[in-house]
């Protein structure tokens, strides 16, 4: 009688397809066009309830399992799907699938985890998997978890989501080793909330109607990032290696995006092209535009190699609303999209008017990259976030109206790396302070200023090789208007087009009053020797804000006096896409006049004279402090332990 049980409960299992498997805990779908074999292992077999429709499988976990469960799913299917649902952790190996819902049973989905918990999606080395999701139906994605899914192994994975997403998941989603192809998607290409992780794989994502990788907040509120992101609700997106390839056409998509933080870090390869238009956004009332890294917290790069390009219209390569910090790695930024109008009414793909008297709801700005946020209030105004960039490579390049190279709407400071700037309009520009005390920069606007802040802006150090056009712009700018100062206190400085009439300079500055476009220039100063090319630029005469001669032609501030040739042939260690050489062995060309307009003469570049009768003595304690050194200067020398000038 016992036997007679066992085999009625075997030919039960067969006549719906099922059949013991040999392993503990596992549970095997293999299928095979319209129809499927499932195989539960004789241990669990009591904790599942298999469903099954042709090629359509269901499996309902009971909440008495007690461990966890790997469900391997094999084989091809046109018109098939795998749907389990459970309130315990599990595993899904995808072992060489090929799998397509034409007609949805229990969901529109080719893979539905409705198990709120933890899933491991193993993508078995070696194999190609391949996801279609049914193009009815209210599916969140064509791989769909509730809970969190970590992707791993070394297998390929492609989906296609003919309805929202490709691969969403309720919670976190990280992935180690996997490849993922996104080839087509109504929505993002991946969609989750919580946290992104990506530590290694590869990730390919085009044919999107919105977003490429999107991580959103699944409660109300943030939560701090927490140790291994136990319980981290942060919306943040973490890349720390693997490969991603994002191309996105939709109208204003994001390529990543974030409602928290972005932090790249180790050496991933990051490659996001975005070519849709803006849009008029009806919920915030303003124009939104495609982006190719977007967060609405800070965004964090330490390394890796990340390319960026915009063609759309308002496009803009990085973006994010707090604290932009740069520390590392190696990033291109090209948009090439033109300054996008729409009002909610009225929209211009190519608007060529002036922006001065619209309100900034109305227009994106094809820029480069841009930080922080400046917010009116009446008739003031509020500002937030900002940008920090000490160390990695920045190139960025834009060609479209209103087109700015680096933009921070607060403060901006530099204090590292080498940043070279080819812009449409200003090249690099904070709406605040703006400081540098270290780093290589290179900033070339061709229809605006080099470098402009609307607040202050201090040149303590580095090497800065500003470039701006004529008259009123300016190779370095400040608010003058607003009482303030462009502070020359130390670096190298090079301004093709000058600096702001008014000007403190504590460190000695010199001016050309001509410069020459399409010429390579050799500037000497202690024991350094610096080579630069000027490009055909149309410099002013004298008209900035302000006016005054500081305005127009070449200034130099260096540490001691300078002397400087032009028609150089030069050679060296090339930086700023070869437009400059340090270390420089230069040859032939003419001597350059140039006049001191400001900053300390320092003591030991002045000749020593004879002493007259009665001179003025001015006590300098090592450093003259004047605006200019005087016609009657005569000498140096010490009285009573300081140092002083001799005038006439």
Same mark, same amino acid.
């Given at each position: ?123 078995i080395t070696g194999t190609t998997n391949t996801l279609v ?118 109208? /204003? !998509?994001? *390529? #990543?995006? @974030?409602? %928290?933080? &972005?932090? $790249?870090? +180790? ?6 092209? =975005? ?13 939104? /535009? !495609?982006? *190719? #890294?977007? @967060?609405? %917290?800070? &965004?964090? $790069?330490? +390394? ?6 915009? =063609? ?16 590392? *790695? ?240 030069a050679a060296g260690t090339g930086i700023f896409e070869n ?44 450093r003259y402090l004047g605006t200019e050194v005087p016609a ?17």
């Amino acid at each position: 009688m016992k036997n007679t049980a066992i085999l009625f409960i075997l030919f039960a299992f067969a006549a719906c397809g099922i059949a013991q498997a040999q392993s503990d805990n596992s549970v095997q779908v293999v299928y095979n066009g319209t129809s499927a074999t499932v195989t539960v292992a004789d241990n669990i077999s009591q904790y599942l309830t298999v469903t099954q429709q042709g090629a359509h499988v269901s499996i309902a976990q009971s909440d008495s399992v007690a461990s966890e469960i790997t469900y391997t799913l094999s084989g091809t299917s046109t018109d098939g799907e795998f749907y389990m649902s459970g309130s315990y952790k599990a595993t899904v190996e995808l072992n060489g699938l090929t799998l397509t819902n034409a007609t949805p049973v229990y969901s529109g989905a080719a893979v539905h985890i409705q198990n709120g918990k933890r899933i491991n999606v193993k993508v078995i080395t070696g194999t190609t998997n391949t996801l279609v999701d049914a193009a009815t139906g209210s599916q969140k994605g064509c791989l769909y978890v509730k809970g969190h899914a970590e992707f791993k192994q070394q297998g390929t994975l492609n989906v296609v989501g003919n309805v929202k997403h490709a691969i969403k998941a309720g919670e976190y989603i990280s992935l180690k080793n996997a490849t993922l192809n996104i080839t087509s998607a109504v929505g993002d290409g991946i969609s989750c909330n919580q946290y992104f992780l990506m530590q290694s794989g590869t990730v390919n994502i085009s044919g999107t109607g919105d977003d490429g990788i999107q991580c959103d907040l699944e409660g109300d509120t943030a939560t701090a990032i927490t140790e291994d992101h136990e319980d981290e609700d942060s919306g943040n997106i973490y890349i720390e290696g693997g490969n991603i390839t994002i191309n996105c056409a939709a109208i /204003a !998509a994001k *390529g #990543i995006k @974030a409602a %928290g933080d &972005i932090f $790249i870090s +180790g050496e991933p390869v990051i490659d996001v092209t =975005t070519s849709g238009k803006g849009e008029w956004d009806e919920d915030d009332q303003e124009t939104s /535009a !495609a982006c *190719g #890294i977007s @967060a609405d %917290g800070d &965004i964090d $790069i330490s +390394g890796g190699t990340i390319a960026l390009t915009s =063609t759309g219209s308002g496009g803009k390569g990085m973006k994010c609303d707090s604290v932009l910090t740069i520390s590392g *790695g190696d990033i291109t930024v090209t948009t090439t999209g033109a300054l996008y109008y729409n009002n909610g009414t009225t929209e211009n793909t190519n608007y060529t008017g002036n922006t001065d008297h619209i309100s900034s709801d109305y227009y994106s700005s094809p820029k480069g990259i841009k930080a922080g946020v400046k917010t009116q209030v009446g008739n003031s105004y509020t500002y937030g976030g900002g940008m920090a960039i000490s160390g990695g490579k920045v190139k960025v390049t834009t060609s479209g109206r209103n087109a700015e190279g680096i933009e921070s709407k607060n403060y901006l400071n530099i204090s590292g790396g080498e940043i070279y700037v080819n812009a449409y309009d200003d090249g690099i520009n904070s709406a605040q302070d703006m400081t540098i005390t270290g780093g290589y920069i290179y900033s070339h606007s061709n229809n605006n200023d080099g470098i402009d802040a609307n607040g202050n802006i201090y040149l303590n150090g580095g090497l800065v090789y500003a470039i701006g056009v004529r008259s009123p712009e300016l190779g370095i700018d400040a608010n003058s208007e607003e009482g303030k100062k462009v502070f020359v206190n130390g670096g190298t400085i090079i301004a093709v087009g000058g600096i702001e009439n008014g000007a403190s300079m504590s460190q000695a500055t010199y001016r050309s009053s001509s410069v020459s476009g399409n010429t390579w220039y050799g500037l000497s100063y202690g024991d350094e020797v610096i080579a630069f090319y000027v490009p055909q630029v149309t410099t002013g005469g004298g008209h900035g804000p302000g006016g005054g001669g500081n305005s127009s032609g070449l200034v130099i501030s260096v540490p001691s006096t300078p002397t400087l040739k032009s028609g150089v042939t030069a050679a060296g260690t090339g930086i700023f896409e070869n437009n400059c050489y340090l270390e420089a062995t230069v040859s032939g060309g003419s001597s350059v006049s140039l006049t001191h307009i400001g900053g300390t003469v320092g003591i030991d570049d002045v000749v020593m004279e004879q002493i007259v009768n009665d001179p003025r003595v001015f006590t300098i304690d090592g450093r003259y402090l004047g605006t200019e050194v005087p016609a009657t200067f005569r000498g140096v020398y010490i009285q009573n332990g300081k140092k002083h000038i001799k005038l006439r």
